[in-house]
Nanobody, 112 residues
Framework: QVQLVESGGGLVQPGGSLKLSCVASGFTFSNYGMSWVRQAPGKELEWLADIDSTGAKIYYEDPVKDRFTISRDDAKNTLYLQMNSLVPEDTAVYYC?????RGKGTLVNVSS
């Protein structure tokens, strides 16, 4: 079955960077567009970025488009999210998703 396993979260100071990874299994990763979404405490799920199956079409939510970079390595069945210039408002559980399917997420806590 489809499995998505996120990693790379942690505690980081404001202005810092983190790179999240998501290892996919149970399907042909290279055939699917993928997304990153997040859920901050007490808030609804928020879409962040999409990348299509070829990696040629990428879209970002406005608040992150100049700070976050989505990428993929099909040879490793892995999706990435490079996050720079982090702010406390970026604190959330981050999930990779294929359509409605998400992993268990990885917690990012931006705090001094």
């Amino acid at each position: 079955q489809v499995q998505l396993v996120e990693s790379g979260g942690g505690l980081v100071q404001p202005g810092g960077s983190l790179k999240l990874s998501c290892v996919a299994s149970g399907f042909t990763f290279s055939n699917y567009g993928m997304s990153w979404v997040r859920q901050a405490p007490g808030k609804e799920l928020e879409w962040l970025a999409d990348i299509d199956s070829t990696g040629a079409k990428i879209y970002y939510e406005d608040p992150v488009k100049d700070r976050f970079t989505i990428s993929r390595d099909d040879a490793k069945n892995t999706l990435y999210l490079q996050m720079n210039s982090l702010v406390p408002e970026d604190t959330a559980v981050y999930y990779c998703s294929r359509g409605a399917t998400r992993g268990k997420g990885t917690l990012v806590n931006v705090s001094s």
